[in-house]
């Protein structure tokens, strides 16, 4: 059985046994879209229980209610999908900065005033030489008497210092920021193209008279079943085969499943740097970016996760000579922060390239074309995996979704703004009885756009 047929059985004895909860972890793991969809399907209409573990968005935000998020060796559930729990997560960190922005705001007053009756107190001028006894004494006990009342008001402002509730300062995620520019351009408008492709694999046609190209600054995800051919394809183009014409000025950089690109004798640092076309302190910031830093670098290839050695494995890939990247199941191995430093990082490459993934939202992030494995041919489309996934099996409904499509995503972009600005309330009451309110037209708002994007996504 291959991988994904190991997995669908698993997920189908599971439920044979009629258990009240099952534990289910990384159920999509080697399943393709297809497969994907199938589970989702499965695992919305059980009755019982089913915790996941999973890093793929999509899957969470069509069969999840709740989250339950370990960070920092703190668990904390959060209500509704996957993306209701990013927006909560968002609101909370809204008010952290706020809080903490509203504690230096106040510590910071507090201690100008404190510097202030410091200084009076310490500029009470002494006694003039020239005064008469009497006149000294009064003068003395006056100035006494102020520098008391002046020394009291600055303890108790200290005091007031000290019993401030102390905010710890947000914690601060670093986006992804680092630009990739290709020195080697591809000036050709087409950079690989495959005529009259015909394939079999034993007994076994994969491809019957396939056609397909790939356009310079093309971002191209490669989809279709498992077993279809999508590797195959990926060694015919690796291989130069016959039958399909390459630009004389294309350097291809590859990233297989197998992992085989790195050295493991050597460093994080040591690896990406070996055939880099860039300095040292470029592919420091690019590790940076992809949470390697400080003296982690150093780290032997030996020693690291399989999640890990992809995200160096990309990174290496991304600094090197190369114009064209090819990356088969890029994302496999990494946890949802990981996949977005990865999404952030292609979506900046200014070159074209090609993959293969089963992650709809990584694919409908990065792709603006889908090659898509039918019937042992090759179709192209335009656009999104969204737009792919609309057009298949649908076209007489095509305007009609359209339209709906444009009317839902209105009303989302009307519920964000007025989420955005409940945060923005929120953070600056008081008030617990308002507070109560607001959180509820929260709750509320999260709802509606949760059961919006639901009917946006089928």
Do not use: W
């Not at 909860?21 to 695992?43: K, Q, W, Y």
């Not at 394809?233 to 294309?250: A, F, P, R, T, V």
């Not at 489309?381 to 979704?401: H, I, M, P, Q, V």
């Amino acid at each position: 059985m291959s991988g994904g047929e190991k997995t669908r059985f698993k997920i189908a004895a599971s439920f044979e046994d009629n258990g009240r909860i099952i534990l289910a972890d990384e159920p999509t793991s080697n399943l393709d879209i297809e497969g994907i969809e199938l589970v989702e399907g499965v695992f919305s209409k059980h009755k019982g229980v089913i915790m996941i573990v999973s890093h793929d968005r999509e899957f969470l935000d069509k069969v999840c209610n709740k989250i339950l998020e370990i960070d920092e060796s703190k668990v904390k559930m959060y209500k509704g999908n996957y993306s209701d729990y990013l927006n909560q997560k968002n609101m909370e960190l809204e008010k952290e900065k706020f809080e903490y922005n509203e504690y230096q705001r106040k510590k910071k007053r507090l201690e100008k005033a404190s510097r202030e009756l410091d200084k009076k107190s310490n500029s009470t001028k002494n006694t003039p030489k020239r005064m008469g006894n009497s006149e000294a004494r009064l003068h003395k006990m006056g100035n006494q008497k102020a520098k008391f009342s002046l020394d009291s008001a600055k303890k108790s402002v200290n005091t007031r210092i000290d019993k401030l509730y102390k905010v710890k300062a947000p914690r601060k995620i670093d986006a992804v920021k680092f630009d990739i520019s290709t020195r080697n351009r591809v000036y050709s408008k087409i950079l690989i193209e495959g005529k009259s492709i015909n394939k079999k694999i034993g007994y076994k046609s994969l491809f019957e008279n396939a056609e397909f190209s790939i356009n310079n600054g093309s971002k191209v995800a490669l989809v279709g079943k498992n077993g279809s051919g999508k590797t195959t394809l990926i060694n015919m183009i690796l291989e130069k085969n016959k039958d399909i014409d390459i630009s004389n000025s294309l350097k291809i950089g590859y990233f297989s499943q197998d992992l085989k690109l790195l050295d493991e004798d050597l460093s994080i640092l040591e690896n990406v740097t070996k055939d880099s076309i860039y300095g040292e302190t470029f592919v420091r910031t690019l590790l940076a970016d992809l949470r390697f830093k400080g003296d982690y670098v150093y780290k032997k290839a030996s020693k690291l996760s399989s999640g890990e050695k992809v995200k160096v494995s990309i990174a290496k890939i991304l600094v090197g000579d190369f114009n064209f990247l090819i990356l088969d199941e890029p994302t496999n191995y990494l946890d949802i922060l990981s996949i977005e430093a990865i999404e952030n990082a292609l979506k900046n490459y200014n070159a074209a390239f090609l993959f293969v993934s089963h992650d709809r939202r990584f694919i409908n992030s990065i792709a603006d074309t889908i090659i898509s494995i039918e019937n042992k041919k090759l179709k192209t489309y335009s656009g999104t995996y969204e737009d792919f996934a609309l057009s298949k099996g649908k076209n007489s409904n095509n305007k009609s979704k359209n339209s709906n499509k444009d009317d839902i995503e209105k009303q989302i972009l009307i519920l964000e703004n007025k989420l955005s600005n409940t945060i923005g309330i929120l953070s600056t009451l008081t008030k617990k009885d308002n507070k109560d309110e607001l959180e509820d037209d929260y709750q509320n708002i999260l709802k509606e756009l949760k059961s919006l994007r639901e009917l946006l996504n089928k």
